[in-house]
C-alpha cells in the first residue's frame, strides 16, 4: 500500500512563498508518478503539477512560472515551490502518486494541507 503524508501548508501574504513537501512510502511500482493537486471551496479539485517517473513535468498554466515541482528519490519525498503567490492560490493542496500520469492513474492521495494566501 502506498502512504502520502504532506507537510508545509500555512498562511501567507501574497507575494510570497511556501514550499510543500510529500513523503511517501510503498511499492514504488505504484507510485511511480507522483503530482500535486488542489481544491479550492466551492470549486472541483484541479492538477497544479505532475511528476513523471522519468523527470518529466507539467504544469496548469495558473501555476506555471511561479510554482516548481521537484523529487527527491533518495528520500522519497515530492515537493512543491511555491513562489509569487496569489490569493487565487489559497486551496487545500494534495500529494497523489500512482503507476502513471493520467489522471485515472491517481490511485493514492494524502490527507492533504492547507495554504491560505492573503491579499
Known amino acids: 500500500q502506498v502512504q502520502l503524508v504532506e507537510i508545509g501548508g500555512g498562511s501567507v501574504q501574497a507575494g510570497g512563498s511556501l514550499r510543500l513537501s510529500c513523503a511517501a512510502s510503498?511499492?514504488?511500482?505504484?507510485?511511480?508518478?507522483m503530482g500535486w493537486f488542489r481544491q479550492a471551496p466551492g470549486k472541483e479539485r484541479e492538477e497544479v503539477a505532475v511528476?513523471?517517473?522519468?523527470?518529466?513535468?507539467r504544469y496548469a498554466d495558473s501555476v506555471r512560472g511561479r510554482f516548481t515541482i521537484s523529487k527527491d528519490n533518495d528520500v522519497n519525498t515530492l515537493y512543491l515551490q511555491m513562489n509569487s503567490l496569489k490569493p487565487e492560490d489559497t486551496a487545500m493542496y494534495y500529494c497523489a502518486a500512482g503507476p502513471g500520469c493520467e489522471i485515472r492513474d491517481f490511485h493514492y492521495w494524502g490527507q492533504g494541507t492547507q495554504v491560505t494566501v492573503s491579499s
Open positions: 510503498g511499492p514504488y511500482y505504484r507510485r511511480r508518478c
Open positions: 511528476f513523471g517517473s522519468g523527470g518529466s513535468t
